[in-house]
């Protein structure tokens, strides 16, 4: 298969419409289109500032695997101090979704530890990681 005809079968599930969602989510955000599915324009604060969150945490999600990366596999020596860095990272975009969804990060922190300690009353198992139950997300 050669990257011509790869594109051509991958495209087959790309709408081309990315771009004039965005749009559509940009426009209704300012109010001009309140009638788009799912829309809630009380739930999001700041939706530049949530794009930015996801770009950012991406690529310092990134950063931070490839430097777990090459101290595993490449016998890399792990720069703590660098890595550290890069976790406070991770974290400031975390902080910056939730201010641009208007959340509190103190309420995420809380809901993710009674779901893990539902999920896991007796601590972590492989069983249970295998076999959650449908509402389980």
């Keep these: 298969m050669t990257g011509k005809e ?32 799912g829309w809630d324009k009380k739930a999001i604060k700041d939706l530049g500032g949530i794009l930015n969150a996801c770009l950012g945490l991406s690529g310092e999600v990134g950063e931070t695997v490839d430097m777990v990366k090459k101290w595993i596999f490449h016998e890399s020596k792990l720069d703590e101090t660098h890595l550290k860095k ?16 208007g959340y509190d990060l103190d309420e995420i922190m809380q809901m993710n530890i009674d779901k893990h300690l539902k999920r896991y009353p007796n601590g972590f198992n492989a069983y249970d990681a295998n076999h959650r139950k449908a509402d389980d997300v």
């Design 86 to 101: 890069e976790i406070g990272d991770i974290m400031w975009y975390v902080a910056c979704m939730c201010h641009s969804f």
């Design 6 to 37: 790869y594109t051509k079968l991958a495209m087959r599930t790309n709408d081309g419409k990315s771009a004039e969602r965005l749009a559509d989510k940009l426009m209704s955000y300012h109010g001009f289109n309140p009638d788009i599915p």
